[in-house]
Nanobody, 127 residues
């Protein structure tokens, strides 16, 4: 069975940092493209960052230079390092994976391209 479990969320002040983790089971984190998504109250789910099986990454413009996505294959875990956080980063953050090794949308930030989802972890940034 495929399972994704996020952790690492919390409350921080503007300018602070957090590292989110996504522990995967049932498949290897290097097999498919994986990503982090977020959803704030009243807003649509937004793609934040992705990493494909070759290690290529993609970020939404608003987090470029501040966030880093990575994986540890030995631990079968995906990470999102978030720095210089601001109030606009406040949201529920979700880890997700595609299910097609040969997907033509390997770097897509579109949530519909992802099949497996975690339960989410809350990130709150206050001024």
């Amino acid at each position: 069975q495929v399972q994704l479990v996020e952790s690492g969320g919390g409350s921080v002040q503007t300018g602070g940092s957090l590292r989110l983790s996504c522990a995967a089971s049932g498949f290897s984190v290097s097999t498919y493209s994986m990503g982090w998504f977020r959803q704030a109250p009243g807003k649509q789910r937004q793609g934040v960052a992705t990493i494909d099986p070759d290690g290529a990454t993609n970020f939404v413009n608003s987090v470029k230079g501040r966030f880093t996505i990575s994986r540890d294959n030995a631990k079968n875990t995906l990470y999102l390092e978030m720095n210089s956080l601001n109030v606009e980063d406040t949201a529920m953050y979700y880890c997700a994976s595609q299910a097609n090794k040969f997907s033509p949308w390997r770097q897509s930030l579109n949530p519909v391209r992802y099949e497996y989802w975690g339960q989410g972890t809350q990130v709150t940034v206050s001024s």
